[in-house]
């Protein structure tokens, strides 16, 4: 008799310990290595990439600052597959760049030009390194690489023509000069989480776009105070707003013309100027990696806000899909998009993915949270068919486009509840349970005051004003992972119930206030980013970009095992009152984590956020993303490679130069293992 196999211990690695160690840190046993860097060549014909600032060609390079991506299987021949091991696809987003007054300067030999105008060739490179890439990795032997050469490699940049989708399409307020149909634009930006569709596609949400658009200090006359102006002042453009880079000023091209957000032109519909250029961003966006022929398509119906992952739901044979999604920004809601069409299982492997993409993600109800102190909640619909829409004082919507294109202002309407920044949402493949990063708040306070701070409410109930004494920054610096269970009805349920599974916090900090999920110090982290549940191992990977613990230990990826939603106990923060008496807010907290179901895995080098997460199906191989090492780098120290924050990963052995990339590595087990376990 064969004895049985043991079960694989999960989270048996050692954890890793808190590090400012200019170095990717894993697990003994464990291996990482980079396979893919800010400017690595993704033709046969490109150079290679010097890393002094004087490269060009970046719209055939590797972009900057790698954030979400996913995996997308290969065959040996070069096929779409789902059990491929050691041959696949990565798209990769790249979100944005390491910057100082507005000059990307790492990207330019002198540091670039930071006083308006900029000059074009800088411009344009800063535009390509934006964007989305496919690029092929395959496994030779143990090592993985990328394929310098493979047909399959594509890059999408900040100027690529992209398609618009769903109930925007054609809409007037996605009219300009560029495109006076409304059924194109240019470009995708600032892409940051992703999602990958049950038809294999790639998914990828645009995220902080509104600063890379100016608008002119008499703008809001210009356009006869109308609605628009609303719009643009919710989406963070009031007139005078500059622009993060400048790209508008590099010339009268309309390629540097469009990033000016101003009314300009005397046509009553905007298609004489870029007055509705930024309509056209803040939406998810879909690609097809495996078909480079193919446009990418931005699927309006759901939402345009500061997208970051779309993670799908358990996709059920008869039932609708299911797509939840956050926006990032402080005190914004938590989103969920349900399909018209039933999902047919066929599509899963159609060979016109784009075709499904349209068939699932253009027709549908768009659903906001709302979050009750008791540990139920809403989904409400944001249609023209909710009263709290159709009359909504403060801006009058027009139909389902301009709901779509305007969410945020929907989601107002209706009273959501208010979060700590959604970042990115995943599902727990054992119970369909739905997890948010919520990654922090400067502006949530006991005592709101001013226009942009608001009060603690149950999923977000952390608000210090002065905890100094422990050196806890104000407001909810930490952030938090909410959970929500979904009630009768499964993906189209309108209610949920919810918790709070983990709370970030020092391990030091006041375990009644500040370090409620009782972390130690091989667990304790801030502010949770990055979240995806592994299909293979069940883990649930975060990982964190954080202001307010860099001072201790560089970025982090953790490991955990989580429970379920309902599996801690009701708890009461007690806030003291200027006036006396207090402030309590009931939350729930989850269960707290043993040694054995929350571990630190990684640990990256200095200035870096750690991001974006996907894995070979036997759970072997796991690509993940340095974003922006060397961050904190001043720009005037250019000249003198010592005075770099980082210098990863050259001093990793990777590439030429010593500026810091953002790269992507691959983390192996050295016994073959699946990596967590
Ligand atoms: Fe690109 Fe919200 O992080
Ligand atoms: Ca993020
Ligand atoms: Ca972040
Ligand atoms: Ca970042």
């Given at each position: 008799v064969v004895p049985p196999v043991p079960a694989e211990v999960l989270l048996g690695f050692g954890a890793v310990s808190k590090s400012l160690a200019d170095s990717v840190v894993v697990p003994a046993g464990y291996t990482a290595s980079v396979v893919y860097a800010l400017g690595d060549p993704l033709t046969a014909a490109t150079a290679a990439y010097k890393n002094d600032g004087t490269d060009s060609d970046f719209e055939t390079r590797a972009g900057d600052h790698h954030d979400g991506m996913e995996l997308f299987g290969l065959s040996a021949a070069g096929l779409p597959s789902v059990t491929s091991v050691d041959r696949a696809l990565l798209a990769i987003n790249h979100e944005a760049t390491t910057d100082q007054t507005l000059s990307s300067f790492f990207l330019h030999a002198n540091g670039g030009t930071r006083t308006l105008p900029r000059p074009a060739v800088e411009v344009d490179k800063e535009t390509a390194i934006h964007g989305v890439a496919v690029v092929e990795v395959r496994k030779t032997g143990n090592a993985w690489s990328y394929v310098k050469d493979s047909s399959f490699n594509r890059r999408i940049t900040a100027l690529s023509e992209v398609e618009i989708s769903g109930p925007a399409r054609g809409n007037a307020l996605l009219v300009t000069k560029y495109a006076p149909t409304a059924t194109r634009t240019r470009g995708t930006l600032n892409n940051c989480g992703t999602g990958k569709t049950p038809w294999g596609t790639f998914l990828t949400g645009e995220e902080n776009w509104n600063g890379y658009f100016t608008r002119g200090a008499a703008d809001d006359a210009a356009r006869g105070n109308d609605k628009s102006v609303v719009s643009l002042k919710r989406y963070g453009r009031t007139q005078g707003a500059t622009s993060r880079h400048g790209w508008e000023s590099a010339g009268a091209d309309d390629k540097y013309a469009r990033w000016n957000n101003s009314k300009l032109g005397a046509s009553l519909d905007g298609s004489d100027d870029y007055r509705n250029e930024m309509n056209g961003m803040g939406f998810v966006v879909e690609m097809d990696p495996y078909d480079k022929t193919r446009m990418a398509k931005k699927r309006t119906a759901l939402g345009r806000y500061a997208h970051e992952s779309a993670a799908f739901g358990p996709a059920t044979v008869g039932q609708p899909l299911v797509v939840y999604m956050g926006d990032d920004s402080r005190n914004e809601y938590v989103y969920k998009f349900v399909s018209s069409a039933l999902w047919s299982?066929?599509?899963?492997?159609?060979?016109d993915r784009l075709a499904v993409g349209d068939k699932y993600l253009d027709s549908g109800k768009l659903y906001v949270a709302k979050y009750a102190a008791d540990g139920s909640g809403q989904w409400i619909e944001l249609s023209m068919s909710n009263a709290a829409i159709a009359g909504f004082a403060a801006y009058k919507f027009a139909g389902q486009a301009d709901i779509c294109v305007n969410a945020r202002l929907a989601a107002d309407a209706v009273g959501a509840t208010m979060m700590d920044r959604p970042e990115w949402c995943s599902v727990n493949p054992a119970n369909g349970e739905v997890y948010f990063a919520l990654t922090n708040n400067s502006n949530r306070r006991a005592e709101p005051s001013g226009s942009s701070q608001v009060a603690p409410n149950g999923p977000n109930p952390r608000a210090y004003t002065d905890l100094k004494g422990t050196s806890v920054q104000a407001g909810n610096p930490n952030g938090h992972i909410v959970r929500m269970k979904e009630g009768a009805g499964g993906n189209a349920a309108t209610t949920f119930s919810w918790d709070v599974y983990l709370f970030g916090a020092e391990s030091g900090a006041s375990q009644s206030m500040v370090n409620l999920s009782k972390l130690t110090g091989e667990q304790d982290f801030s502010s949770p980013d990055g979240l995806v549940f592994s299909p293979y191992t069940g883990i649930c990977w975060f990982q964190t970009d954080d202001g307010a613990y860099t001072d201790v230990t560089n970025c982090m990826m953790l490991a955990a095992l989580p429970g379920q939603v309902g599996d801690g106990a009701k708890q009461t923060l007690s806030y003291p009152k200027a006036a006396g008496g207090t402030l309590d807010v009931d939350t729930f907290v989850g269960k707290a984590p043993t040694a054995n179901t929350l571990k630190r895995f990684l640990v990256g080098p200095v200035g870096c956020e750690i991001t974006g997460l996907c894995e070979t199906p036997d759970g072997k191989s796991m690509f993940i993303n340095i974003q922006h090492p060397g961050e904190n780098t001043d720009q005037a120290n250019l000249a003198d490679p010592a005075k770099y924050t980082s210098q990863w990963p050259s001093n990793a052995g990777y590439g030429a130069g010593k500026r810091p990339r953002s790269a992507t590595i691959v983390i192996t087990k050295n016994d073959g293992g699946r990596i967590g376990s």
């Open positions: 299982v066929a599509d899963a492997t159609a060979v």
